[in-house]
């Protein structure tokens, strides 16, 4: 199935449970105040905004996560304890909040995510190793700061919990709380997961390593709470002053960059001579701010940029409109040089100066 396909047959799907809720509410055979109604319009809306998503149409993922999280906030409030119907449907935020947003960006088209039930996966694991997943269950133990357990069933002890290990818990999750895990099955081997993902929480005590050994283990991308909130979304440290200073300079960059090429279409002098002059400035004050830090590369970078830049306004100014062109590739490229080895992507979409690691992958002062 193509993309446009399922993009469309998750939009009709969507589309028809808001219908059914608006057509049954209009005749007096739903109330707006229950729960089924609001149900229906959580999954309707959610399946929509998905379906737009698909295909980019962006105005309507706003209309339509809009409606999926006033819904969801309604279903929270009417009931902290969520119904099963609640549950299945908190297993479809994750095609929301996750998505290409956690892609390593190599181009390679991602594996969908597969719901499946915590007892499930306990029961026969080897159907779901190496997939990811989506787990809706109850947080049974609670192992160490970055692990726990999950369970199907929250009322009893069972022994068939699965073992959820993450990089990052920006909270605590609660016991006997309802969590919504998605992540990646492995046959649990602290020494097999150390090598493989070493920033996930492996330090449990010997007994706890043993009870789980050879079971299956999430390594988790999301946990996602009973309020929709994503506790193991890796969120950006404060900026220092420079840091701070060196990400306004780097705002200017790119509104400027792009005025420049519209006014190299253009073939605009003014214009190009304007925004020549902004970037320049950017790229001096870029320089220092990697100088200061004794980065050679990014100063040579920077460096490169500003030359290129002057080769443009040099052109541009000598009517040579047709040489442009390659010194606009050399501002292009020099600006990815320094962007891909010094700019970090958090998951909340923001970028922090990334930081140096030693061999062991732990960071090390600037």
């Given at each position: 199935?193509?993309?446009?396909?399922?993009?469309?047959?998750?939009?009709?799907?969507?589309?028809?449970?808001?219908?059914?809720?608006?057509?049954?509410?209009?005749?007096?055979?739903?109330?707006?105040?229950?729960?089924?109604?609001?149900?229906?319009?959580?999954?309707?809306?959610?399946?929509?905004?998905?379906?737009?998503?698909?295909?980019?149409?962006?105005?309507?993922?706003?209309?339509?996560?809009?409606?999926?999280?006033?819904?969801?906030?309604?279903?929270?409030?009417?009931?902290?304890?969520?119904?099963?119907?609640?549950?299945?449907?908190?297993?479809?935020?994750?095609?929301?909040?996750?998505?290409?947003?956690?892609?390593?960006?190599?181009?390679?088209?991602?594996?969908?995510?597969?719901?499946?039930?915590?007892?499930?996966?306990?029961?026969?694991?080897?159907?779901?190793?190496?997939?990811?997943?989506?787990?809706?269950?109850?947080?049974?133990?609670?192992?160490?700061?970055?692990?726990?357990?999950?369970?199907?069933?929250?009322?009893?002890?069972?022994?068939?919990?699965?073992?959820?290990?993450?990089?990052?818990?920006?909270?605590?999750?609660?016991?006997?709380?309802?969590?919504?895990?998605?992540?990646?099955?492995?046959?649990?081997?602290?020494?097999?997961?150390?090598?493989?993902?070493?920033?996930?929480?492996?330090?449990?005590?010997?007994?706890?390593?043993?009870?789980?050994?050879?079971?299956?283990?999430?390594?988790?991308?999301?946990?996602?709470?009973?309020?929709?909130?994503?506790?193991?979304?890796?969120?950006p440290p404060p900026m220092t002053?420079?840091?701070?200073?060196?990400?306004?300079?780097?705002?200017?960059?790119?509104?400027?960059?792009?005025?420049?090429?519209?006014?190299?279409?253009?073939?605009?002098?003014?214009?190009?001579?304007?925004?020549?002059?902004?970037?320049?400035?950017?790229?001096?004050?870029?320089?220092?701010?990697?100088?200061?830090?004794?980065?050679?590369?990014?100063?040579?970078?920077?460096?490169?940029?500003?030359?290129?830049?002057?080769?443009?306004?040099?052109?541009?100014?000598?009517?040579?409109?047709?040489?442009?062109?390659?010194?606009?590739?050399?501002?292009?490229?020099?600006?990815?040089?320094?962007?891909?080895?010094?700019?970090?992507?958090?998951?909340?979409?923001?970028?922090?100066?990334?930081?140096?690691?030693?061999q062991t992958g732990r960071s090390?002062?600037?």
């Open positions: 199935m193509t993309k446009t396909a399922a993009a469309n047959l998750i939009g009709f799907i969507g589309v028809a449970l808001l219908l059914v809720a608006f057509l049954l509410n209009t005749f007096r055979l739903m109330r707006t105040d229950g729960r089924p109604y609001t149900l229906l319009n959580l999954a309707g809306a959610s399946l929509a905004g998905y379906s737009s998503y698909l295909i980019s149409f962006m105005p309507f993922v706003i209309l339509e996560g809009t409606w999926a999280a006033v819904a969801a906030v309604a279903l929270f409030r009417a009931s902290r304890k969520p119904s099963t119907a609640t549950i299945v449907l908190l297993m479809l935020i994750p095609l929301l909040s996750v998505g290409e947003a956690r892609q390593s960006g190599t181009g390679a088209p991602s594996k969908a995510i597969v719901p499946v039930a915590a007892s499930t996966l306990a029961a026969s694991p080897e159907r779901y190793y190496g997939e990811p997943v989506s787990v809706a269950g109850t947080v049974e133990r609670i192992l160490s700061r970055l692990a726990f357990s999950i369970d199907q069933d929250g009322k009893r002890t069972t022994g068939a919990d699965v073992l959820v290990l993450t990089k990052v818990l920006n909270s605590p999750v609660e016991l006997n709380a309802y969590v919504t895990v998605v992540g990646e099955v492995v046959r649990f081997d602290p020494d097999e997961i150390a090598a493989k993902a070493r920033d996930y929480g492996t330090d449990l005590p010997a007994d706890v390593v043993e009870s789980f050994r050879g079971r299956p283990a999430i390594l988790a991308t999301a946990v996602i709470n009973d309020a929709g909130v994503d506790l193991a979304m890796r969120l002053p420079g840091e701070a200073a060196h990400a306004k300079i780097m705002k200017q960059v790119g509104p400027a960059h792009a005025a420049l090429r519209k006014a190299l279409e253009a073939r605009d002098v003014k214009l190009t001579h304007e925004n020549a002059a902004m970037l320049r400035t950017a790229f001096a004050e870029t320089g220092g701010f990697w100088r200061s830090r004794k980065r050679n590369d990014a100063v040579g970078w920077a460096r490169d940029a500003d030359k290129a830049v002057e080769t443009i306004e040099r052109l541009a100014v000598a009517g040579n409109w047709d040489d442009v062109k390659a010194s606009v590739a050399a501002l292009g490229q020099a600006c990815q040089a320094c962007h891909t080895t010094y700019r970090q992507r958090f998951d909340d979409g923001s970028y922090r100066f990334k930081q140096r690691t030693d090390i002062s600037q």
